[in-house]
């Protein structure tokens, strides 16, 4: 019986030792308390309750980048109190709470481009962007990134704060991430109009000031559901995913107050 009472009290002392570690770890959590006002008039409740729900799934989505353990939104009348838990401040978090988050698409002026590199100046009306590629390098699931500058009008061709539906999948030998957005109706119709009218022309979506991809249209897409499958890091697609799952802030929100212990 000795050798079962050993291996008792062993496993006795490595769950207390278990506990006790789990306990310091929580104790050395810092809790970081950021208060969200509606930067206006208070938009309609169901409007409240977006605005909520958006604020929560960014804390899910994008938290763990940020060194958050945990974190949740209550709603105080017009006010949002966010309460974030990790190992740092987390005060900076509220910069990616706070983004408009709009999917805008845009038509690239790739016939000004030879110019604009030529003379270095950029046509009233246009703009420089960047886009970031990443290519899988042979024999080898690392990536290595190649920056593109894209020439783009400051005026989206449309811009919506919700998609219908989205999808996050992976197809192929390699796996490759793949991601079906649907529009509404009225943007699908006219999704449709802007890319039956410029067949051969790259269409960029962008989101919060940055360029994610950059297809060619290469023939009218009708019906308002689109593939993007040209972006090879996994991490990068699932980011993407995620931004145009949740959609966009509609109402704009500012920082009250930031409390940090």
Request: net charge neutral; glycine share 8%; with cysteine.
């Amino acid at each position: 019986m000795k050798p079962i009472r050993l291996i008792f009290l062993s496993f006795i002392t490595v769950a207390g030792l278990f506990c006790i570690i789990t306990v310091a770890a929580l104790l050395m959590l810092r809790e970081t308390v950021l208060v969200i006002r509606v930067d206006g008039p208070a938009p309609p409740d169901a409007q409240m309750e977006r605005i909520a729900w958006i604020l929560g799934e960014r804390i899910t989505a994008f938290g763990d980048a940020a060194g958050l353990r945990s974190g949740k939104v209550e709603r105080r009348g017009p006010e949002f109190v966010v309460t974030l838990r990790g190992y740092d401040d987390l005060s900076a978090f509220g910069e990616v709470l706070l983004k408009k988050g709009l999917i805008e698409l845009y038509l690239a002026a790739d016939d000004q481009a030879e110019s604009i590199a030529k003379t270095g100046a950029v046509p009233e009306g246009l703009r420089s962007c960047v886009i970031v590629h990443e290519y899988l390098r042979l024999g080898s699931e690392e990536t290595e990134k190649k920056e593109e500058s894209i020439i783009l009008p400051l005026q989206p061709e449309m811009a919506v704060s919700r998609l219908k539906s989205v999808r996050f999948d992976r197809s192929g030998m390699a796996r490759r991430p793949v991601i079906t957005m649907e529009f509404d109706p009225a943007a699908a119709a006219r999704f449709a109009q802007v890319t039956r009218a410029n067949v051969g022309r790259r269409l960029a979506l962008m989101i919060d000031g940055e360029v994610f991809t950059a297809p060619t249209i290469e023939a009218e897409i009708p019906g308002g559901s689109v593939q993007i499958q040209n972006i090879v890091n996994a991490r990068q697609a699932r980011r993407l995913y995620e931004l145009l799952r949740i959609g966009a802030l509609t109402t704009p929100l500012k920082l009250a107050s930031t409390q940090a212990e």
